[in-house]
């Protein structure tokens, strides 16, 4: 059977195979440490739970909008104009099945074959792909370690050509952890001002900044740039609601009736009884206490990865600002063996790191990294601790 050219140029996940084989060893009753997963790992909290189980109890489990409930934008506008400043209306709101679904849908909707969409690099895997699937180049900038991996205004304008049509801006960053402060996102709204490129500002981790200030959405810098701007962002991170897939889009009118339509005749509208739990979430006043919660857990395991990182040092990375990631840079150790076979690249070191100690990491080739791994520290704490020191351990006995 024929597989379309658009589909073919998808390149496969290389974290897969290290995802299946931890699994696997977990399964066998292996004592695996995997700091692998991208979420979360509380439970939704119990307010937002009851009211999926109040939205079943009442019927309400029928077609919504496809762009979602009235009520759900509403709620999202709400938190738009008090936690960013933000002002939008409920028609300028679409809602997804996750925020990965609304990136489809924005680059979908704008990228038309030939045309050049800007990626900061490293980035998180998923833009890429979905660039190419509409047809687009992704143009790659690469940020630098010195500069905490976070693009300069120079980098972004040298990038610029006649056939820019985006700029995907993730911040807080996935995979480097890095965080933009006001100056910086200001710096590159800066530049895109002077254009009429498209900012698709990725903002799902916006709730996990361990800086002293705030996260600034790029939107917030002038009228013409908020005209100009994409938000994206969802419930999956903030309230941990990885598996309820829910995102939104709020963007210019004409765009969001585009999405809409679009939505409208693929996936209709996002699950009922989730848009339901979604809008309990976005009760400022109630989640509140849970998010507060969740960063200062965070903030801690973000510590304690660090301080247990310091402990090998062949092993460098830049304190993450955000998320829940580190990045770390293996350059000091690619090119030595394990048992006289050769560390080649972050895939071979993952592997055998997997094989060998029980650790699974995520290689960042597929990352715009050659030399990096992702480990995600939404574990334990004890997990943390021990999966670092099986992992120095393993540094140890490479020759
Ligand atoms: C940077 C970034 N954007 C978007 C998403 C997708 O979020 P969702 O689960 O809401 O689709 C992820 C998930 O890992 C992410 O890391």
């Not at 996940?13 to 790992?41: C, H, M, Q, R, Y």
């Not at 005209?227 to 765009?255: D, E, H, Y």
């Not at 580190?326 to 690619?334: A, I």
């Not at 060998?356 to 704490?381: D, Q």
Request: charged content about 25%; glycine content about 6%.
């Amino acid at each position: 059977m024929k597989i379309s050219k658009r589909v073919k140029a998808i390149t496969p996940s290389l974290t897969l195979e290290i995802s299946a084989e931890a699994k696997k060893l977990k399964a066998s009753g292996k004592d695996v440490v995997s700091f692998g997963a991208g979420e979360p790992d509380f439970n939704t909290p119990a307010f937002i739970r009851d009211a999926a189980k109040d939205a079943m109890d009442e019927g309400l489990i029928k077609y919504t909008p496809a762009s979602g409930l009235v009520s759900l934008k509403k709620a999202i506008c709400n938190k738009l104009l008090v936690e960013n400043g933000l002002k939008y209306e409920p028609e300028q709101i679409v809602v997804s099945n996750g925020a990965k679904h609304s990136l489809f849908n924005v680059i979908s909707a704008l990228v038309e074959d030939g045309d050049e969409v800007i990626i900061p690099s490293p980035y998180w895997l998923t833009y890429p792909e979905l660039v190419r699937l509409a047809g687009g180049k992704p143009v790659f900038v690469e940020t630098k370690k010195e500069n905490g991996f976070k693009m300069t205004e120079a980098e972004l304008e040298a990038a610029i050509t006649d056939k820019t049509v985006a700029l995907i801006l993730n911040n807080p960053n996935n995979p480097t952890g890095s965080v933009y402060n006001k100056d910086e996102i200001y710096a590159l709204a800066k530049v895109i001002e002077k254009t009429d490129v498209t900012v698709i500002a990725d903002e799902i981790y916006e709730k996990l900044n361990y800086t002293d200030s705030p996260v600034v959405s790029i939107a917030t810098y002038s009228d013409k740039l908020k005209a100009q701007t994409v938000i994206v962002n969802g419930v999956s991170k903030s309230f941990a609601m990885t598996g309820w897939r829910i995102g939104f889009t709020a963007s210019p009118l004409p765009l969001a009736k585009a999405m809409g339509s679009m939505q409208s005749h693929t996936t209709s509208n996002p699950s009922a009884v989730s848009q339901y739990a979604a809008i309990a979430a976005y009760d400022l006043g109630k989640s509140e206490h849970f998010i507060r919660k969740m960063h200062a857990s965070f903030s801690r395991r973000n510590k304690i990865i660090c301080e247990s990182l310091d402990k090998i040092k062949d092993l460098t990375y830049v304190v993450p600002q955000g998320a829940f990631y580190v990045f770390v840079d293996l350059s000091n150790v690619l090119g030595k063996s394990y048992n006289g076979e050769a560390i080649s690249s972050p895939l071979v070191f993952a592997k055998k790191l997997l094989a060998e100690k029980l650790v699974a990491v995520v290689p960042c080739e597929s990352f715009g990294s050659p030399s990096c791994i992702r480990l995600t520290y939404a574990i334990s704490e004890e997990d943390i601790v021990k999966g670092i020191s099986r992992m120095g351990e393993f540094v140890s006995e490479l020759k």
